[in-house]
């Protein structure tokens, strides 16, 4: 459903993306592992356009995806994207966050984009935060809404940015949870994580990148109970001796 | 229709000597508005209301009213209480003030800006209050003071030309001068205007080009 | 040689200066009004992709911001009438005043809308919304909370100089104290009075815009 083509991708003289090939089918969930640094945030956000790529190509549903044509937004509506930092509506209530782009994008009526909205905010466990501003909710509240948001879109993939690194500890499972439901319920998914435990029971198939390229991918037991580069054995080592 | 655009050299002259007189005016002004200002700023925090209602007061009716009624009280009712007023005092007089109220205000927050923190590291090293002021509070709060007093010397040789209501011969008055003579109002306004164009984007330049890079890195070393 | 005040011999002339006063008022709110639409358009042509867009609103900030009030509305008046042009003083007043306004509007909305979070934008954006949408539901309503102040700042100062505009004989409020002074003679008196009504006018909107922020929800 999506596929990455040799992309090629350049910050100014930094090369951040060196010939990433992956391909990812419906349902599955793709877990991307690595050192920071190594590309791995970019290749999510070139995916659905917020960066213009280099070189190569890159596909959603068969369409390629350029940054800078008028319709990129047309493809946004179909691949969500819950950034690390939440990013929600400083000015609008949980409810409102998750309703403005129902409204104005699938240009749905008030009270069906409420329903949807309200239907999503209980999914992700804050019915009753509906009418709190993000200034009021907890990182992992906040996520959560920003998941919400994300899912009132109808996406058919969703793109996730390290959506738990900016959290403090324990907050960080009932984001988690979410995922992992959304997961079972047969979501497309590419998720940037250093969540290892996370990693192992959600994934499908997990990819390690370094240094802008895959080292390594295969399923998860693959990956983390047999690794066969180097640099993934140094990496998991480092990663989950703590 | 004839457009004659051309302004003879002695006009020029008459102009950069009108725009000379106008930069002169304005360093004065800010000379002693700095003066004025800094007695006016620290007394705005000072903790005792006799001293600080007076400054409070100052600053906020020189902001709160228009720098021409000021120009104009200064000039034209001081002589009826017997204190005679030449144009230029008027005008130094009345932008010195009026320089004094802003940049008061303006040092008044610089000095707010320093941390308190600061001051109770200084009084828990020993040293005196006048020290804490001098070496602790006064340094970090120029950092912050000097670049909004900048950008209000460049609104003052913009705000100068009022002084040309009241008859004093700067840029605006010595243009309007030479109109009168030569009957081109644009011709002579837009020259003025230029003028005035090249002293205030040359300090903004100068601004943006030097001050902000010496005034803006953070002091915490990031 | 003494001066003894009445201020008595000025309340006749109040009906008079309150005149001038509304029409102080009302040159300072239509170039406000005006003047902020177009420095919110111009501030937007000073960040669009275009680069004449750009190089336009920039030029015209550049030279509204870098001359005197005053010489712009001689320009307006007095200069056009060189090419046979001429304005009546308050139409004159009002543009050369919008023309300015925009110019300093401009730089308070650019400073407004690059001080909203650009993950806000990027929170816009990928939920499928146009860039438009956007800046019109997302970044514009948060900037707005940065920029009402310095808006409102920009108004008082704007409501201030509009004093010059008796030099062009509109009857504001400065030119009708000049002629209840030369019909008085109390020149003391009357500016002083005048000068009570600009500082009343300047601080009744100060007081009014401070309530207004307070009732803002905390953010």
């Known amino acids: 459903m999506i596929e990455a083509r040799e992309v090629q991708k350049f ?5 951040v993306l060196r010939g990433i090939s992956l391909s990812v089918q419906k349902s599955e969930v793709l877990v991307v592992i690595g050192p920071s ?11 659905n356009g917020l960066e213009a790529i280099n070189g190569g190509e ?11 044509s008028r319709d990129v937004h047309k493809l946004r509506e179909h691949v969500g994207f819950i950034f690390q930092r939440f990013n929600l509506f400083g000015h609008l209530t949980a409810l409102e966050n998750i309703t403005l782009a129902p409204r104005l994008v699938k240009k749905m009526s008030n009270t069906e984009a409420n329903e949807v909205g309200l239907r999503w905010l209980t999914q992700v466990g804050l019915s009753d935060k509906a009418k709190t501003y993000p200034a009021q909710l907890s990182g992992g509240q906040q996520q959560r809404v920003a998941i919400a948001r994300a899912m009132a879109m109808s996406p058919r993939a969703l793109l996730m940015d390290e959506i738990t690194s900016a959290l403090d500890p324990e907050l960080v499972n009932e984001v988690l949870e979410v995922v992992t439901l959304l997961a079972r319920q047969g979501m497309t998914m590419i998720v940037v994580t250093h969540e290892m435990g996370f990693a192992r029971n959600v994934a499908t198939r997990v990819v390690l990148m370094d240094e802008g390229k895959i080292v390594e991918a295969g399923l998860p037991s693959d990956i983390f109970d047999n690794p066969r580069q180097e640099r993934t054995k140094a990496f998991l080592n480092k990663v989950l001796t703590h | 229709m004839q457009i004659d655009t051309m302004i003879h050299i002695g006009d020029w002259l008459f102009l950069l000597e009108g725009a000379g007189v106008t930069i002169a005016l304005c360093l004065q002004a800010m000379f002693f508005g700095i003066l004025i200002g800094l007695i006016v ?13 007076p400054a409070t007061a100052y600053i906020t009716i020189i902001r709160g009213t228009p720098l021409l009624m000021q120009l104009f009280i200064i000039y034209y009712c001081l002589p009826l209480f017997g204190i005679n007023m030449p144009k230029f005092l008027s005008a130094a007089l009345g932008l010195s003030f009026y320089t004094g109220a802003y940049v008061g205000e303006i040092i008044k927050a610089g000095l707010q800006s320093v941390d308190v923190g600061q001051r109770e590291a200084a009084r828990s090293l020993g040293m005196v209050p006048w020290q804490e002021f001098r070496y602790v509070v006064l340094p970090q709060a120029l950092r912050v003071i000097i670049p909004p007093t900048f950008g209000f010397l460049i609104a003052l040789v913009k705000d100068s030309s009022l002084v040309s209501i009241i008859g004093y011969v700067e840029l605006t008055r010595a243009s309007k001068l030479v109109v009168a003579r030569t009957f081109r109002p644009f011709t002579l306004y837009l020259a003025a205007a230029v003028l005035y164009f090249v002293l205030c984007y040359g300090l903004s330049r100068f601004d943006v080009k030097y001050l902000r890079k010496k005034f803006s890195a953070s002091l915490t070393g990031t | ?15 008079l200066l309150l005149k001038g006063l509304l029409l102080s008022v009302a040159i300072t709110v239509v170039s406000t009004l005006i003047g902020t639409l177009a420095g919110l358009f111009s501030a937007l042509a000073s960040l669009s992709h275009y680069l004449i867009a750009r190089k336009t609103a920039n030029t015209y900030v550049e030279i509204f911001r870098n001359t005197p009030l005053l010489v712009q509305m001689y320009l307006i008046y007095f200069g056009l009438g060189q090419f046979g042009v001429q304005i009546n003083p308050i139409p004159a007043a009002i543009i050369a005043m919008t023309l300015n306004t925009g110019a300093y509007t401009t730089v308070i909305f650019q400073a407004g809308i690059q001080a909203v979070d650009v993950g806000q934008k990027e929170g816009g954006l990928v939920l499928g919304m146009t860039y438009p949408q956007t800046f019109r539901h997302v970044i514009l309503p948060q900037a707005f909370r940065i920029i009402f102040p310095p808006l409102v700042n920009q108004a008082i100062s704007l409501f201030l100089f509009s004093a010059v505009a008796s030099t062009i004989t509109v009857p504001e409020l400065t030119h009708q104290a000049m002629f209840v002074d030369s019909v008085t003679w109390r020149t003391f008196e009357v500016f002083i009075v005048t000068t009570c009504l600009y500082f009343a006018c300047t601080f009744l909107v100060s007081i009014l815009s401070d309530l207004y922020e307070r009732t803002r929800p905390a953010r």
């Open chain 3, 1 to 15: 040689m003494g001066y003894t005040i009445h201020f008595t011999e000025v309340f006749p002339y109040l009906p």
């Open chain 1, 37 to 47: 640094g190594s590309g791995k945030s970019t290749l999510l956000r070139c995916i």
């Open chain 1, 58 to 68: 890159i596909f959603v549903e068969g369409a390629k995806v350029d940054p800078h």
């Open chain 2, 41 to 53: 700023g620290v007394a705005r925090t000072a903790k005792t209301r006799v001293i600080e209602l």
């Open chain 1, 11 to 15: 910050f100014g003289s930094l090369h």
